[in-house]
């Protein structure tokens, strides 16, 4: 099996590559991202995907969220492949974040 194109990122080190201008990309349904999300994350869907991978720098690192941390490592892996250098999957989604992180957030 090939090794996964992505790192898995606990949301204390994933805070300081945001605070560092990573990109956040926001993979749950859009009702859930709207009720709340990491301040500045983008929602990504299948409808907006391709726009995402063109209008966004490939070199910067890239911190892809789900619920839990489980959907994200495949989407991490997909963007990983499309060109993005620096790859990660937020461990345990932005149900942790949002528990360490409360500050941190955008509530609809």
Same mark, same amino acid.
């Given at each position: ?9 606990? #949301? ?10 990573a ?12 009720n ?8 990504l ?15 910067? #690192?890239?911190i ?9 490592q495949?989407a991490?892996?997909?963007?990983a ?10 461990d ?9 992180? #409360?500050?941190l957030?955008?509530?609809?």
């Amino acid at each position: 099996m090939n090794q996964p194109r992505f790192k898995r990122i606990d #949301p204390s080190a994933a805070r300081t590559l945001i605070e560092q201008g990573a990109t956040i990309a926001d993979i749950r349904d859009e009702t859930s991202f709207d009720n709340g999300h990491i301040c500045g994350a983008q929602h990504l869907s299948n409808a907006n995907i391709q726009a995402f991978i063109e209008e966004n720098d490939l070199d910067a #690192p890239l911190i892809v969220c789900c619920y839990h941390g489980n959907s994200s490592q495949p989407a991490a892996d997909f963007l990983a492949e499309r060109g993005f250098d620096c790859v990660y999957s937020l461990d345990g989604g932005f149900e942790a974040w949002s528990q360490q992180h #409360p500050d941190l957030c955008s509530q609809g």
